[in-house]
């Protein structure tokens, strides 16, 4: 699967972005889906995931409550509407596909690291203090 990701940009702190995962070259249905980001100098990180069908979601404590995935399989989309932003949100932020068909929220999580494939070109966010 080809995965591009967009939306990214400049926003002040307090702000909100949503980012956009275009996916091509298979069924986009049949397969979870996540957000990740890397800042500068750190390890990239696991942010969100979305199940196959949309039914379940799966956050990282540090955007609980701040931040939605959800997906469209119309659309073969996955977005992130990202609400109060703060400086330390600010990365690259990459989209990613379950290597496994009609996972579930709880195999897909057990280690993201390994689960995710498929990774997009990412999307820069820069959040300003």
């Known amino acids: 699967v080809q995965l591009q990701a967009s939306g990214g940009g400049l926003v002040q702190a307090g702000g909100s972005l949503r980012l956009s995962c275009a996916a091509s070259?298979?069924?986009?249905?049949?397969?979870?889906m996540g957000w990740f980001r890397q800042a500068p100098g750190k390890e990239r990180e696991f942010v969100a995931a979305?199940?196959?069908?949309?039914?379940?979601?799966y956050y990282a404590n540090s955007v609980k409550g701040r931040f939605t995935i959800s997906r469209d399989n119309v659309k073969n989309t996955v977005y992130l509407q990202m609400n109060s932003l703060k400086p330390e949100d600010t990365a690259v932020y990459y989209c990613?596909?379950?290597?496994?068909?009609?996972?579930?929220?709880?195999?897909?999580?057990?280690?993201?690291?390994?689960?995710?494939?498929?990774w997009g070109q990412g999307t820069l966010v820069t959040v300003s203090s």
């Open positions: 990613a596909a379950d290597k496994v068909s009609f996972g579930t929220i709880a195999t897909m999580t057990l280690n993201v690291n390994s689960r995710f494939g498929s």
């Open positions: 070259g298979r069924t986009f249905s049949s397969y979870g």
């Open positions: 979305v199940s196959w069908s949309g039914g379940s979601t």
